[in-house]
């Protein structure tokens, strides 16, 4: 699964490169060939089921991606108590206890029962916990997020995240596109929701597409 997930994030990152450059859409084809050509040779030949080198996971330290930290710091605003939960939060990630960060973001939803930003993060910290997987936990926080502030793009967008990096991209759908619909049309960061949207579309139309073949 990790190897598809993987060759799915390339899909996307192609295309995101694609349409920033303006390279010529009926080129477009050439790519999309060259990304199932290698899709056909991981099926061929991949075999993610054989064991990896031996890794210790709690020695492993974190790694967390700058532009998803950026998007949700503009989302939240920095240098305020929410915005101090996360960055404790990710210190925590960062050092390889996610562990650690789960139970630090549950301090601060007992502290702040109320902070729509707070329970939507201890969702994010609490599917990082598991292995990327949205656990019955973590969709309680995400719901609890998007009960308390539902005209705030933040909860909506990252609970489609978390399904994302599950894995289950037509899920996440509704909520990114739930995130676009309530993002204020002058937020900075609007764009960057709208482009991912879009480019999750086309990965789910080509999904579909090669689904019927």
């Given at each position: 699964?990790t190897g598809w997930l993987i060759l799915a994030l390339?899909?996307?990152?192609?295309?995101?490169?694609?349409?920033?450059?303006?390279?010529?859409?009926?080129?477009?084809?050439?790519?999309?060939?060259?990304?199932?050509?290698?899709?056909?040779?991981?099926?061929?030949?991949?075999?993610?089921?054989?064991?990896?080198?031996?890794?210790?996971?709690?020695?492993?330290?974190?790694?967390?991606?700058?532009?998803?930290?950026?998007?949700?710091?503009?989302?939240y605003g920095r240098f305020n108590f929410t915005w101090?939960?996360?960055?404790?939060?990710?210190?925590?990630?960062?050092?390889?206890?996610?562990?650690?960060?789960?139970?630090?973001?549950?301090?601060?939803?007992?502290?702040?029962?109320?902070?729509?930003?707070?329970?939507?993060?201890?969702?994010?910290?609490?599917?990082?916990?598991?292995?990327?997987?949205?656990?019955?936990?973590?969709?309680?926080?995400?719901?609890?997020?998007?009960?308390?502030?539902?005209?705030?793009?933040?909860?909506?967008?990252?609970?489609?995240?978390?399904?994302?990096?599950?894995?289950?991209?037509?899920?996440?759908?509704?909520?990114?596109?739930?995130?676009?619909?309530?993002?204020?049309?002058?937020?900075?960061?609007?764009?960057?929701?709208?482009?991912?949207?879009?480019?999750?579309?086309?990965?789910?139309?080509?999904?579909?597409?090669?689904?019927?073949?």
């Open positions: 699964m390339i899909a996307l990152g192609v295309a995101l490169l694609l349409w920033l450059t303006g390279f010529p859409r009926k080129l477009w084809t050439v790519a999309a060939t060259a990304l199932m050509l290698g899709a056909a040779g991981y099926a061929w030949q991949g075999r993610p089921g054989l064991a990896g080198q031996p890794v210790s996971a709690v020695a492993k330290k974190g790694e967390l991606d700058s532009e998803v930290l950026e998007l949700r710091d503009a989302m101090g939960s996360f960055v404790r939060a990710d210190a925590m990630t960062r050092a390889g206890a996610p562990d650690t960060a789960v139970r630090a973001m549950i301090l601060t939803t007992r502290q702040a029962q109320l902070d729509a930003g707070a329970w939507m993060w201890l969702g994010i910290k609490l599917a990082e916990n598991d292995g990327d997987q949205v656990s019955p936990a973590s969709k309680f926080a995400f719901d609890r997020a998007m009960a308390l502030a539902p005209q705030h793009p933040g909860p909506p967008f990252f609970y489609g995240l978390a399904l994302i990096r599950e894995g289950k991209f037509a899920e996440a759908r509704p909520f990114w596109a739930k995130a676009v619909e309530v993002a204020p049309a002058k937020a900075g960061y609007r764009g960057q929701l709208v482009v991912r949207l879009f480019l999750l579309d086309r990965f789910l139309e080509a999904q579909a597409t090669q689904a019927k073949r």
